[in-house]
């Protein structure tokens, strides 16, 4: 029989099954099950969910208890719901404020440095808050954003980020990363910085940039500087994560020097590197010696492809000649681990976007080519940034995992890509999601919207 989406009648049950489920093997905690798995990795289960848990996964039409209710999904996809790993939610939906007016790299920072003025806490609760309410409906359960945190705001900026995490605990659960030029940390504002990510329990994060380029002048003493950022690290026992050679120029070749630093300092494991996109303009014996000592230092990677192919190789009146993403595949063929996150949102760095990681996976399946075969395109947005970002009980589907759950309206991964998913189907607990995208109008009001005729009366 033939089950309509819209007429599946979901449980308010404390224990169901969710039955005749497509689960993708990668997203399962523990998929050595007898069930057969499809030529798209995916296997068909029922999963018994009991009291926000879920209880039981076992193969399709095993479960044959007529005692407890089932609520039949026709052999639609169900994943865990998503991990956006790096983030700006400090930055984000400012782009009516300060917009980026020819969408350059170099613009959209000094547009953001602008904007920074603007970010008291009322106005960075007002956009945080929009954003991880757009990310909430989306079906995102975990985020890890970084936050600027210069002279002139890092007391601003964090007490809101430790109100919001607060606030929002149990539904999207937060992180937090420092974020300012890695040069900034040498002087005793480092010190500073490194007692609020502590006092925070956050990450010490960075940019680097040894070459001349978007990121601006040469650092040529980047080895000491990165010394000063893994003693605070130490001192303080943080993660680090950081953005890294987000340019286009070959000469940016910071990701191998960050590498033998995380070595020399014992730090294997203990580090993410963002962006990485001048690697794939690199030489292809540069390339192996850079991943050689990214696997031995057993570093992490965040690729960035929807804000990365918006801002890298972008000239005026030209078309761009490279997508601005870093070499995915053969990090993967290496063993190293790497996620695919949604970065900027509606601000300068990116002028579009909604916190959805589901159009994050769309899009990042097509520009990095992640496909033919799709098998493990999902672990992109769910499995490995949560071993990344150590989100525990985020990422996978496992007896004994909470209940928080995508239904799709699509039975394939292919299904899935093709259309937006506007329709899917969050669970929180095992209860049918009720929140809703929350309206522009919530964000800036007609009155109030910047730029307009009226906002300057």
Known sequence: ??????????????????????????????????????PEGVLRVDVLVEDGKIARIVPALDARDDAIARVDLGGRQVWPTL?????HLDK??????????????NNARLAAAADRQNWKAPDLRRRM??????????????????????????????PVL??????????VDLQAVSLCPIELLMESFGDRVAAIVKESGGLLGGVTRPAIGTHGAPQANIDEQLDRLFALAIRHDLDIDLHVDETDDPAAATLPIIAHSALRHGYKGRVVCGHCCS???????????????????????????T???????????????????????????????????????????YAYGDHDMVDT?????????FDHPLSEAPSLVASVPSRIAKFEGHGLIGEGAPARLIVFNARSLNEIVSRPQADRVVLEGGRRLAAKLPDYSELWADDDLPGTTAAAE
């Open 307 to 349: 804000v990365n192919m918006y801002l890298q190789d972008r000239r005026s009146g030209r078309t761009p000649r490279w997508r601005g993403v870093t070499v995915v595949h053969e990090m993967i063929k290496r063993g190293i681990p790497v996620a695919a996150a949604g970065d900027n949102c509606r601000d300068s760095f």
């Open 162 to 171: 430790r109100e919001m995490r607060e606030e929002w605990a149990g539904r």
């Open 129 to 158: 808050g929009f954003g991880l309410r757009c990310a909430h409906a989306h079906g995102v359960s975990a985020i890890r954003t970084h936050i600027d945190t210069y002279h002139d705001n890092a007391e601003r900026s964090w």
């Open 92 to 105: 984000g939906h400012s782009i009516e404020r300060n917009p980026n007016i020819d969408g350059t790299f």
């Open 1 to 38: 029989m033939k089950i309509h989406f819209a007429d599946i009648a979901w449980s308010d049950a404390p224990r169901f099954w969710l039955a005749n489920a497509r689960i993708p093997v990668c997203l399962l905690a523990n998929p050595a099950m007898s069930a057969d798995v499809d």
């Open 361 to 369: 996976f769309r899009q990042a399946v097509r520009i990095l080519h």
């Open 83 to 87: 991990i956006d790993v790096h983030t």
């Open 279 to 305: 690697l794939a303009v690199q030489s292809e014996s540069e390339i192996d010696r850079t991943l050689d000592l990214l696997a031995e230092a057993d570093i992490s990677i965040v690729t960035l492809p």
